[in-house]
C-alpha cells in the first residue's frame, strides 16, 4: 500500500507559484516571465536554491514536464532596455526628419521672400509705365490684319 504524499507549507507556496507562471498571472514577476525552476522559486517569493530535486522531485518533475510540453521559449516581451534603445532610435530618426522638413520651409521661405519682392518690383514698374502713358490706355490693338500664314512643308 502506498503512502500518501505529505505536502507542506513550502511545497504548496512553489505549487501555487508554478500554477500562477503557467496561467501567466505572476504576482512577484511581470506578466510573460517563462516557467523554470528558478522563476517558480521566485514567484514564490523563495531563494531559488530552495526549490530542489531532492526537496520536491514530485514538483520538479511536473515543471520539467510542462516546460518540455509547452516550450519555454519567452513570450512576446521586449526587455526594458530593448524598449529604451528601439525609443531612442525612434526620436532619433523623429529629430533627423525635423531637422529635414525645418530646412525645406526655411529654404522655401526664401524663395518665397524672392518672388514677393520680384512680384511688387514687377508691379511698381507697371505703375510706372502706367503713369507715363496716363490713365487711359493708349495701346489700341489692330483689328483686321491678317496673320501670317505659316508655310506648309511637303
Known amino acids: 500500500m502506498s503512502q500518501p504524499e505529505y505536502?507542506?507549507?513550502?511545497?504548496?507556496?512553489?505549487?501555487?507559484?508554478?500554477?500562477?507562471?503557467?496561467?501567466?498571472?505572476p504576482t512577484q514577476l511581470p506578466r510573460g516571465t517563462p516557467v523554470s525552476q528558478n522563476n517558480v522559486a521566485k514567484e514564490a517569493g523563495r531563494d531559488?536554491?530552495?526549490?530542489?530535486?531532492?526537496?520536491?522531485?514530485?514538483?520538479?518533475?511536473a515543471i520539467q514536464k510542462w516546460i518540455e510540453?509547452?516550450?519555454?521559449?519567452?513570450?512576446?516581451?521586449?526587455?526594458?532596455?530593448?524598449l529604451i534603445k528601439g525609443a531612442?532610435?525612434?526620436?532619433?530618426?523623429?529629430?533627423?526628419?525635423?531637422?529635414?522638413?525645418?530646412?525645406?520651409?526655411?529654404?522655401?521661405m526664401a524663395r518665397l521672400v524672392i518672388a514677393e519682392e520680384s512680384i511688387l518690383d514687377l508691379h511698381r514698374r507697371l505703375q510706372d509705365y502706367k503713369a507715363r502713358l496716363?490713365?487711359?490706355d493708349t495701346v489700341v490693338p489692330i483689328?483686321?490684319?491678317?496673320?501670317?500664314?505659316?508655310?506648309?512643308?511637303?
Open 134 to 136: 496716363g490713365e487711359a
Open 7 to 25: 505536502v507542506g507549507d513550502a511545497e504548496k507556496l512553489f505549487q501555487d507559484a508554478f500554477e500562477r507562471l503557467k496561467r501567466d498571472k
Open 143 to 154: 483689328r483686321g490684319v491678317a496673320k501670317r500664314a505659316k508655310p506648309r512643308v511637303k
Open 69 to 82: 510540453d509547452n516550450g519555454n521559449a519567452p513570450r512576446a516581451r521586449a526587455s526594458s532596455a530593448s
Open 48 to 61: 531559488p536554491s530552495a526549490l530542489r530535486k531532492s526537496r520536491y522531485p514530485r514538483l520538479i518533475r
Open 88 to 108: 531612442r532610435d525612434k526620436n532619433r530618426q523623429l529629430k533627423a526628419r525635423l531637422e529635414e522638413l525645418t530646412k525645406q520651409r526655411d529654404k522655401a
